[in-house]
């Protein structure tokens, strides 16, 4: 089994994001996944399967104002998907998890981005983890698992529009 969950946000606009900046975010995100899957292929295969998962994010399927983080993210999904294909027939399953808001060491969200009104847990995105590397996903691969508590649904949005009055 192989969790990619190296990950790191920039936080700035298209304007202000510079080369470097862009290519140290692709290169943690998106290529360390793919030299992660790249190195582990090979003994999976020689053992029989195995399971792959990608920590990617629901950025990866909607805009945010950061654009390395975001790109890198819809990479993966990108990525997984071409990784399933390729490797299905030595039975082994890759997939991604991606996750909204989930309390660790980031700032805190506005409630208004929050349509259960709590972030995630650590420990509800390792269950997820957890099932896809079991016997039990057995015929998954190539999927993405959005674990959001909702908030691509457009929920948010709409909470902040009936809380604040503006539509």
Same mark, same amino acid.
């Given at each position: 089994?192989?969790?990619?969950? $190296? *990950? +790191?946000?920039?936080?700035?606009? =298209?304007? !202000?994001? *510079?080369? @470097?900046?862009? @290519?140290?975010?692709?290169? %943690?995100?998106?290529?360390? $996944?793919?030299? &992660? ?7 999976? $295969?020689? #053992?029989? *399967? &195995?399971? +792959?998962?990608? +920590?990617?994010? !629901?950025?990866?399927?909607? &805009?945010? /104002?950061?654009?390395? /983080? ?20 030595? !039975?082994?399953?890759?997939?991604? %998890? ?6 660790? *060491? ?22 997820? =983890? ?10 998954? #691969? ?6 959001? &508590? ?6 948010? /949005?709409?909470? =902040? $529009? #009936? @809380?604040?009055? +503006?539509?």
């Amino acid at each position: 089994m192989l969790v990619n969950n $190296a *990950g +790191i946000i920039n936080r700035s606009t =298209v304007a !202000n994001t *510079g080369l @470097e900046t862009w @290519e140290r975010v692709m290169k %943690v995100n998106l290529t360390g $996944a793919f030299l &992660g899957i790249q190195s582990i292929v090979p003994m999976m $295969a020689e #053992t029989g *399967g &195995g399971a +792959i998962v990608d +920590i990617s994010s !629901n950025s990866g399927f909607s &805009g945010h /104002y950061d654009p390395a /983080y975001t790109a890198s993210k819809w990479g993966l999904r990108g990525l997984i998907r071409s990784a399933a294909m390729e490797f299905a027939g030595r !039975n082994i399953r890759v997939n991604a %998890v991606c996750p909204g808001l989930v309390v660790t *060491g980031f700032k805190a969200a506005s409630p208004y981005l929050k349509p259960m009104k709590r972030s995630g847990t650590p420990e509800e995105i390792a269950e997820l =983890v957890a099932f896809l590397a079991s016997d039990a996903a057995a015929f998954i #691969t190539g999927e993405d698992f959005v674990i959001d &508590g909702g908030f691509i649904t457009g929920a948010a /949005y709409r909470r =902040v $529009a #009936t @809380e604040t009055g +503006i539509f």
